[in-house]
């Protein structure tokens, strides 16, 4: 039963470490698995933000690309453009050479349009051609109306005839479209007449594009006259009897068949003049254009400076797709390394729930020997002591079971230091066999040489050492100055930094300042402008009015109050006026001007007491037709009664 139970304890002792490897492998497979299913999750954030972040940069990167393709595309077609839009302004300024008499008419024309309302502008300024090739043959039927002034009323003509007469600005012609008389049923029978007949006559009316505002003053200038390709077909048409005197006709050269049946023609420089004058609109609606491109070239560029984000954003993606790409290794590894530690838990757990089951049967099994053992041993301690009791009283023990115990410790005490004993001498006799195998003296005399060589190594690895040390000692000493110099180094760039600091806040300032000062001048510049806009509205209609205002030029000197007058001559000469006074600010000038306008109504209410009853002429005039009409029947009567 003893030799059995001590095989069941070996057992036990075995399946116990078995046991406790498997605990052990299951602690760490639990803690494996609670990192690996930490490093998971966040592996699983870690892709969705990259995921995430890839899609913005391709949607980012599809806009920029698609921008940046666009812009580029469209760069090139406003550069081809612009180069057009240049080479024709150039091309049509060479050929328009204004004479100094011709700007002086067109800033006249502007002065009319600023200053009376309904003047529209030049003929040939409101009017586009359907084609450039009928430009020599329209200024020449045309004529004068070409550059004529269309105006609304009759009564803002004669206006600014007036305004030309008393500022000595030169003569003009006005077409008022009140008062101008057209024949538009005869467009449709000379088009119909045209049509039946056949040829390249068209009304020269219908070489312009239609514009219902100048439509009247354009049928007024050119009428019925027309415009053909030859002079042939012109001579044919003119000097047959049945149209003979009834169109004007005019050639694509320039050659004019007159009712009459007279024809001029040949081309001068003014004509050349007066034609280039088409192309005037044509240039502004260039130059027009050429701003407009000139804006979109500035936005397109800064779009073209997007390539480089497109680059970094390309930069951005492909360092997003490799940390996906290794994230989704690590993501694969954790999840296979997950899964086999979730089977080696399994089959742990299995292991140690079949191991415990085999221990709890041992155990069992073993109670159920000790006590049989236990049983036994009592069943013979009381035979023992019965059988030795005679040799237990001869040895002076109590019984024979105590001499037995000390007899086995003291035989175990002699077989361990027995086995101790040997295992010295063996270890002992070991070493003797080994140092009398080996040659002693050559390995001294080995080692000795070793040991000079390592003490002369070692003298020159203590003087390089010394060497060292003092090197050592001088970069110590040289570091130690540089960092103090360092030191000051710094303070001054500390200093330097404040400086500059305070100088950009004071440039900030400045700037500021005169960005400010810049606002206020435009704003100063526009009321000036707009100031000197009615300040000339005033003297024109002070001239209009026939009112003398005081200006420099009257006299080259004036001297008022101890002042000399100052300025240039045909300016005001403010010091000359009964009630001039400087105006200190703004609330002093709406004094005084409330004040003029007080006295204004205060006169024209006078004004309006001292004109006539108009009611009682009304009267005066009935009693006198009534007067007239009792005299006449008093008449009457009285040649009656005679």
């Not at 006249?108 to 309904?118: I, P, S, T, V, Y």
């Amino acid at each position: 039963v003893e030799r059995s139970l001590g095989s069941k304890k070996k057992i036990q002792e075995k399946i116990e470490r078995e046991i406790q490897v498997l605990k052990d492998a299951k602690t760490n497979n639990q803690s494996a698995l609670e990192f690996n299913s930490k490093k998971k999750r966040k592996l699983e954030d870690h892709c969705k933000k990259n995921e995430e972040k890839l899609k913005q940069l391709g949607g980012s990167l599809k806009g920029l690309t698609q921008s940046s393709k666009n812009a580029a595309v469209r760069l090139t077609e406003v550069r081809k453009e612009l180069e057009d839009a240049d080479m024709r302004i150039h091309a049509a300024r060479s050929d328009i050479q204004q004479s100094k008499h011709e700007v002086k008419k067109a800033e006249c024309a502007e002065q009319l349009k600023r200053l009376f309302k309904g003047v529209r502008g030049r003929l040939y300024e409101l009017c586009e051609l359907t084609r450039k090739e009928y430009q020599t043959a329209v200024t020449v039927a045309l004529g004068k109306n070409m550059e004529a002034m269309i105006v609304d009323e009759e009564k803002v003509a004669i206006d600014c005839i007036k305004y030309l007469k008393d500022q000595r600005l030169g003569k003009a012609t006005f077409i008022p479209l009140d008062t101008i008389r057209v024949n538009i049923a005869s467009l449709d029978s000379t088009r119909q007449f045209l049509k039946q007949r056949g040829g390249t006559f068209k009304l020269v009316y219908d070489v312009f594009k239609d514009n219902e505002a100048v439509s009247k003053a354009l049928l007024y200038a050119c009428a019925t006259t027309l415009i053909c390709d030859t002079e042939s077909e012109a001579k044919a048409f003119c000097y047959n009897p049945s149209f003979r005197g009834k169109y004007k006709v005019v050639t694509r050269a320039g050659t004019i068949f007159h009712k009459s049946g007279n024809m001029s023609g040949g081309y001068s420089s003014k004509d050349k003049q007066r034609t280039n004058k088409w192309n005037e609109q044509e240039i502004s609606k260039v130059q027009q254009k050429r701003v407009k491109l000139q804006a979109e070239l500035l936005s397109l560029e800064r779009k073209e400076r997007t390539e480089r984000d497109s680059r970094e954003v390309n930069a951005q993606i492909e360092a997003a797709k490799q940390r996906l790409h290794f994230s989704t290794l690590d993501l694969k590894h954790s999840i296979d390394k997950l899964s086999k530690l979730e089977t080696e838990l399994k089959l742990t757990d299995k292991d140690l729930a079949q191991k415990n089951l085999a221990l709890k049967k041992l155990q069992t099994e073993m109670a159920k020997d000790q006590k049989k053992i236990d049983a036994f041993k009592k069943n013979i301690a009381k035979v023992s002591v019965t059988v030795f009791a005679d040799f237990s009283r001869s040895i002076g023990v109590k019984n024979i079971a105590e001499y037995e115990e000390k007899r086995l410790a003291a035989a175990e005490y002699r077989a361990k230091r027995k086995i101790e004993l040997a295992e010295a001498e063996s270890r002992a006799l070991g070493a003797l066999d080994y140092e009398q195998s080996r040659d002693s003296r050559a390995l001294a005399k080995k080692l000795k040489k070793k040991i000079g060589a390592l003490q002369k190594k070692l003298q020159e690895k203590e003087g390089e050492l010394k060497g060292f040390d003092e090197n050592i000692k001088t970069m110590k000493k040289d570091l130690k100055s540089d960092e103090n110099e360092l030191k000051l180094q710094k303070a001054n760039m500390a200093d330097r930094d404040t400086n500059i600091a305070s100088v950009k806040k004071k440039n900030l300032e400045l700037k500021k300042s005169i960005s400010k000062l810049e606002r206020e001048v435009m704003v100063l510049g526009e009321e000036t402008t707009k100031l000197r806009g009615v300040r000339d509205d005033v003297q024109n209609q002070a001239k209009m009015e026939q009112v003398h205002l005081p200006l420099i030029g009257d006299r080259r000197k004036r001297k008022r109050g101890g002042r000399e007058a100052k300025g240039a001559p045909g300016e005001l000469d403010f010091d000359m006026l009964k009630n001039n006074r400087d105006v200190l600010d703004k609330q002093e000038y709406e004094q005084i001007k409330q004040s003029y306008l007080d006295k204004i109504s205060d006169l024209q209410s006078t004004l309006q007491k001292l004109n006539p009853n108009m009611k009682a002429f009304d009267q005066f005039d009935d009693v006198m037709k009534r007067l007239s009409n009792m005299k006449s029947d008093f008449d009457r009567k009285r040649d009656g009664q005679e």
